[in-house]
C-alpha cells in the first residue's frame, strides 16, 4: 500500500485566498484525522471521521475551517479565506478500528505557508 | 484532552543511551504510544505499551510505564545519529473518543 497520501506537500498562498488540502487514507481505514503542527502550539487534533462521518470536530479553530469526506477514500480540509497564523504543517492520518492497539498511520504532511 | 507532558529538547553523545520522558493525566489510558518524526516526515509509531505492562523491550527501545505517578519513558540504547528526531508520546484512553492525545513532542539531537 502507498501509505496515506496528501497533496499538495507545499502550498503558499496569500492572505484570504482559499485553500484546500486533500488527504487519501489507506485502503480500508474506517478512521480519518486531521491534525495541525506549529511550534507554539505542537500537534493539535483539528477532526476526525469514522466511516466519512464527522465525530468530533471540537479542534477546528474557527468557522473559516471546514473539512468534508465525501467518500471513503478522500478527505478535504478547506480554509477559506486564509490568514498568516494558520501557517503550519497539517497532518492527515488514518487508521482501523479491528487493529488492536489502535495506530495511527500519518501522511507526510502539507506545509501551509500564508503570506 | 488531558494534558500529555514531555520535555522539548534532548542533546547526547552518539553511543550514550537516552531517556525521553512524559506523563500524563487521563487514568483512563488503555494504550501509550511512542511515534517517531524525522525531518520533513510525518509521525510513524515507534512503540506501544499496554496499561496493564511495566515494562516493554524491542531491541534497543525499552519502555517504562509507572501508572501510580503517570509516567512513561523512552529509553534507546546507543543511540545513534540517524536516532535524531522528534518524539511524541500519545495516550488512548476511554474519555478520548477514538482520537489520540498527544504530547508536545521532544527533539533528540544526537552529536558524533
Known amino acids: 500500500d502507498a501509505g496515506v497520501i496528501q497533496s499538495p506537500r507545499h502550498e503558499v498562498t496569500e492572505m484570504g485566498q482559499e485553500v484546500t488540502l486533500r488527504c487519501k487514507p489507506i485502503?480500508?481505514?474506517?478512521?480519518l484525522f486531521w491534525y495541525r503542527q506549529t511550534m507554539m502550539r505542537g500537534l493539535e487534533l483539528l477532526i476526525y471521521?469514522?466511516?466519512?462521518?464527522?465525530?468530533?470536530d471540537s479542534g477546528m479553530p474557527e468557522d473559516r475551517f471546514s473539512a468534508k469526506m465525501p467518500n471513503a477514500s478522500f478527505s478535504t480540509l478547506k480554509i477559506q479565506p486564509s490568514e498568516p497564523r494558520d501557517s503550519a504543517v497539517y497532518f492527515c492520518?488514518?487508521?482501523?478500528?479491528?487493529?488492536?492497539?489502535?495506530?495511527?498511520?500519518f501522511g507526510p504532511g502539507t506545509r501551509l505557508t500564508v503570506l | 484532552g488531558e494534558d500529555v507532558e514531555q520535555s522539548l529538547f534532548l542533546s547526547v553523545r552518539e553511543g550514550d543511551s537516552s531517556v525521553i520522558n512524559c506523563t500524563y493525566t487521563d487514568s483512563s489510558s488503555t494504550y501509550l504510544y511512542w511515534y517517531k518524526q524525522e525531518p520533513g516526515a510525518g509521525l510513524q509509531l515507534l512503540t506501544y505499551i499496554f496499561s496493564n505492562m511495566d515494562m516493554k523491550q524491542d531491541q534497543r527501545l525499552t519502555v517504562l510505564l509507572n501508572k501510580k505517578d503517570k509516567h512513561l519513558s523512552l529509553r534507546i540504547a546507543d543511540t545513534q545519529t540517524g536516532d535524531s528526531a522528534i518524539y511524541f508520546c500519545a495516550e488512548y484512553g476511554t474519555d478520548s473518543g477514538y482520537a489520540l492525545n498527544f504530547g508536545k513532542g521532544t527533539s533528540l539531537l544526537v552529536t558524533p
Open positions: 471521521f469514522n466511516n466519512n462521518v464527522p465525530i468530533d
Open positions: 485502503s480500508g481505514h474506517d478512521y
Open positions: 492520518a488514518s487508521s482501523f478500528w479491528g487493529r488492536p492497539y489502535n495506530e495511527q498511520f
